[in-house]
């Protein structure tokens, strides 16, 4: 079952405004992007009472302190008190960003999440993870917090460009690698075209709903949800860095494919599996460009992530497919082999 904070939407300005007139806040602002004011606000804009906009740069580049005091600044200049409310409409990284700022804001205010990528719809908007980069380390500073609610809406998905669901489509396949190998065959019969979306969103917001209200914290189970973001995350922020940027979901692809690698090196997932995995992965996604010369850099960004232990680099990884185990301590040796392979791939 659902928490009661989750609302899957048809009609968003309407539900909206039924929830709105319940609460009564003294004060709602709504954070978007430019992307979000253009293509998403007109579809909710109609449901909302009086209320002020806060707009702020798009992208993993503009995730950070700087533009959080941007936001609380727009906040304090409004003079939101305690009984307001922040409404954020926008992908994964306003959501983290918008609902760490409202969390943090005179101790904590209200916020609603409307996710308006696959991103944050199948999975960023789910668990109550808030937070921020910081010398772009991913996600380095912030709390857990869960919304007022979050509205769950695919007509948004119709904004999108392609980059962006393809991205999304990431934490799905992550979702049906770590749970449900049913779920998989079902996927990795199916070209990114043919996907049922709605579908696919019901199954990982299920999914990833009952693992966080079971480890709201993730002191155990929810670690799982971390499979492929060990690596994942390093070449994010390595490329980020290096200014050659690529979205989330194409880091994830990339550290689902390591990762398995170091599993099937340790006898966790059979050769067949291994490779089914790489072809629909790389069918999806292609390659990302990767030097040699860059693993080491990589691989020691993963000394970082968030999920170690002194100076243990901490992994999830496959147990065939359908299911994963984490806590898994990995080496940077074999970091950098999981992304020398990774380059011998073709696609």
């Not at 772009?136 to 007022?148: A, D, S």
Request: charged share 20%.
């Amino acid at each position: 079952m659902l928490p009661d904070n989750i609302l899957f939407s048809h009609d968003p300005a309407n539900d909206l405004a039924t929830f709105l007139q319940k609460k009564k806040y003294s004060q709602v602002g709504v954070l978007v992007d430019e992307n979000t004011r253009r293509h998403s606000y007109p579809l909710v804009k109609d449901g909302l009472p009086e209320h002020f906009v806060i707009e702020v740069p798009s992208g993993e580049e503009a995730k950070n302190l700087t533009t959080c005091t941007t936001i609380w600044q727009a906040m304090t200049d409004t003079a939101m008190d305690r009984h307001a409310c922040l409404i954020v409409l926008g992908g994964g990284v306003l959501g983290d960003m918008g609902g760490f700022c409202a969390a943090t804001y005179k101790r904590g205010i209200d916020f609603i999440l409307i996710p308006t990528t696959l991103l944050a719809q199948a999975d960023a908007s789910i668990g109550g993870k808030l937070g921020v980069d910081f010398n772009h380390y991913k996600n380095h500073i912030g709390v857990f917090q869960n919304p007022t609610v979050t509205l769950l809406y695919s007509g948004f998905l119709k904004t999108l460009p392609l980059a962006e669901l393809r991205s999304g489509f990431a934490e799905v396949i992550k979702h049906t690698l770590i749970a449900d190998k049913a779920m998989w065959e079902v996927i990795s019969q199916k070209d990114l075209a043919s996907q049922d979306w709605d579908a696919l969103i019901h199954h990982s917001v299920a999914f990833k709903a009952r693992v966080t209200q079971e480890d709201p914290k993730e002191k155990g189970l929810r670690k799982i949800l971390n499979a492929g973001h060990t690596i994942g995350h390093a070449l994010e922020t390595y490329l980020l860095t290096a200014g050659n940027r690529i979205l989330h979901g194409e880091a994830v692809a990339v550290g689902l494919i390591a990762e398995a690698y170091i599993g099937r090196q340790r006898s966790m997932i059979s050769a067949e599996d291994f490779a089914s995995l790489c072809t629909f992965i790389l069918g999806i996604y292609g390659k990302v460009n990767l030097r040699e010369e860059d693993l080491d850099a990589v691989a020691k960004l993963a000394l970082q992530d968030k999920k170690n232990k002194g100076n243990s680099i901490l992994s999830v990884l496959p147990d065939g497919i359908g299911n994963a185990r984490w806590d898994f301590e990995i080496s940077l040796e074999e970091v950098k082999g999981a992304l020398s392979f990774y380059r011998t791939l073709h696609t």
